[in-house]
């Protein structure tokens, strides 16, 4: 089953069906197996009856602990296995003055995917749970469902062999779905004025292409980088078993 951008839901943005890319060995991403959200706390009971409907049987929240705190989180349904990992571990300071967006986010998604590779090893936990073919259909998610999403779903696409290209298209669609989130975080304070430069193209897609490329400069590809970050080949063997079909 197949879910447009948003998902048709009230108090999420950004849910969308990862299938449908062209992949490796001439086949696809499968629909329905592989989702990407926003915070899925934000779903009213209706809704989360609504994401069951789905089929999906693994939440995979990426937000920090004290985000949780504060937030919330998607509550303990039947027939869902929740799992929490921290995919980075503090918020990001912006810088001051004018900046390039999609050269910033770049260098933040390399410090994030580096940082992922110390500790637990929050980058190699997620990538082993996407593949145990068990727990799919999955939905990964972090606030706003680009940034730690973003990084998540690259080197996700990127090991089932989709094109950089394709990566960038699926990343890019997040600006639309933000803008429609800061324009309802806006008429709930009240606040009527425009969105800045950075809210407008909160997604762009150089952002998530430079990312690939630095993290291919310093590890020779997402292969190697994974299997630094503890997934095998007989891992993405199975997650590309799970997650690809013909």
């Not at 069951?52 to 693994?58: E, H, M, N, S, Y």
């Not at 937000?63 to 995919?87: A, K, W």
């Not at 503090?90 to 994030?112: K, T």
């Not at 090991?159 to 890019?172: H, K, Q």
Request: net charge negative; hydrophobic share 40%; proline share 5%.
């Amino acid at each position: 089953m197949s879910v447009e951008s948003g998902g048709g839901f009230s108090g999420i943005f950004n849910f969308r069906d990862l299938g449908g890319h062209p992949a490796a060995d001439g086949r696809r991403v499968l629909p329905g197996r592989l989702f990407r959200s926003d915070g899925l706390h934000r779903l009213n009971a209706e809704e989360r009856v609504r994401l069951g409907a789905l089929g999906i049987r693994t939440v995979l929240d990426l937000r920090r602990p004290d985000e949780l705190h504060t937030e919330g989180r998607f509550p303990e349904t039947v027939g869902m296995t929740y799992h929490n990992v921290n995919l980075d571990t503090a918020p990001w300071v912006h810088a001051d003055g004018p900046v390039e967006v999609a050269q910033y986010l770049a260098g933040q998604y390399v410090n994030m995917a580096e940082a992922g590779l110390t500790g637990a090893g929050p980058v190699g936990r997620c990538l082993r749970l996407l593949a145990d073919t068990g727990a799919a259909p999955l939905v990964f998610h972090c606030a706003v469902g680009k940034d730690r999403t973003g990084v998540l779903a690259a080197l996700t696409l990127s090991l089932l062999g989709v094109a950089d290209e394709s990566i960038a298209e699926d990343y890019g669609r997040s600006s639309a779905g933000l803008r429609r989130f800061y324009r309802y975080l806006r008429d709930s304070s009240g606040d009527t004025g425009p969105l800045s430069a950075w809210e407008e193209n909160p997604a762009p897609p150089e952002a998530i292409l430079l990312f690939l490329v630095e993290l291919r400069q310093r590890h020779g590809s997402v292969e190697a980088y994974s299997a630094r970050a503890g997934v095998d080949a007989a891992h993405v063997e199975r997650l590309r078993a799970g997650l690809l079909g013909g």
